[in-house]
């Protein structure tokens, strides 16, 4: 099946570079991007600003049904080994209420792939498989043990998702790692959140590793020296009171995704994630040719390549996973006016791969 949408504002290729044309899509795949207006009928975009799709590279679905619980405690009372997340999720009944709600509110939003650090074992990983069932979006699940093989864990999952380099004792590790790699599935763990654990978890070459907040100069060296991808999580971060990571270093030395963390803790919104670390990383380094480009990569492409998912850049052959924004005609910078301007009402399209 052939579609053609014309009149439109693509960001077109891996730089996003300005394309006022059409774009054609054939069977869940680019066909074409043209400049000027297609021979072919089409449908009218309206000058409408053609993006891809966001990449939500670390989320946790599971307590989304207890948003903003336990606002005004710590990190430790709230989402730590005994904290207040871990009783929410016990009741299952709830947990899947939540994952659903989540993987619909991630689609509204514009999100188009998603990566999961799902508690609970296999049975954990399994109500994320379910609800992906009824609610199509591109999930990537990363389960934990939970006194389940690791074996059973990666027959259901993705890869392994770890929550911390204190989770488990270095032989358990360097198993998880191995059989990862030899399933050719993912292997990645929180680092950096509350203490600087860095060297140790770049020790297990992780395929990513998720938040960065306390790495100082020597562990930002090993990171971007090893080529060690990043996802970050800086809204959920401040919500914590735990700091922010060095965001503006991370993203020019490393590729790097964004993630919106623990529904409990943070709203899913990738457009407020991107606007956020926009503002903090010119503010950080108080370098105002910080680029908005390089946010709205690390929003949407970047998370992709990190979670060896299919390349959604608007280029042709590319699969077709992109939202378009109701344009408006005083935007200056379409890439700059997505993440500073534009609120999940002005997505007016979305075109999705699932
Ligand atoms: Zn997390």
Request: proline residues 2%.
């Amino acid at each position: 099946m052939e579609k053609i949408y014309g009149n439109a504002i693509i960001l077109d290729g891996k730089d996003f570079e300005i394309t006022r044309g059409y774009i054609v899509v054939r069977d869940g795949r680019i066909k074409e991007i043209g400049e000027g207006r297609p021979s072919k009928s089409f449908e009218d975009l309206k000058r409408g600003i053609v993006c891809p799709s966001f990449t939500n590279a670390h989320v946790h679905t599971g307590d989304a049904s207890a948003q903003d619980y336990g606002i005004y405690k710590s990190i430790e009372e709230r989402i730590g080994a005994e904290g207040l997340k871990f009783i929410v999720i016990e009741d299952k009944e709830k947990v899947k209420a939540g994952i659903e709600y989540a993987l619909k509110e991630m689609k509204l939003q514009g999100t188009g792939a998603f990566a999961d650090f799902r508690e609970g074992g296999i049975e954990g990983v399994k109500l994320l498989k379910d609800a992906l069932d009824k609610i199509k979006i591109k999930g990537v699940i990363l389960g934990r043990l939970n006194g389940d093989t690791p074996e059973k864990v990666l027959e259901y999952s993705h890869g392994f998702g770890i929550s911390s380099t204190d989770a488990y004792n270095f032989n358990t590790f360097r198993n998880l790692r191995e059989l990862a790699k030899n399933e050719k599935k993912l292997f990645a763990l929180h680092a950096g959140e509350v203490k600087d654990d860095i060297k140790e978890a770049l020790k297990l070459r992780p395929d990513f590793i998720v938040h960065l907040t306390q790495a100082d100069e020597e562990s930002l060296e090993e990171i971007f020296k090893s080529k060690t991808k990043a996802v970050l999580c800086p809204r959920a971060n401040a919500t914590l009171a735990v700091g922010l990571p060095r965001i503006k270093d991370i993203l020019e030395n490393t590729l790097t995704a964004i993630g919106t963390d623990n529904v409990m803790i943070n709203s899913l919104s990738m457009l407020r994630e991107a606007e956020f670390i926009f503002k903090i990383a010119r503010a950080q380094s108080r370098d105002y040719r910080f680029s908005a480009a390089d946010v709205l990569k690390a929003a949407t492409i970047n998370g992709r390549k990190i979670l060896k998912l299919d390349d959604n850049s608007l280029e042709e052959d590319n699969i077709a996973d992109f939202i378009v924004f109701r344009n408006n005609r005083y935007i200056y910078n379409p890439t700059l006016g997505i993440i500073h301007r534009f609120e999940k009402s002005d997505i007016i399209k979305i075109i999705t791969e699932e």
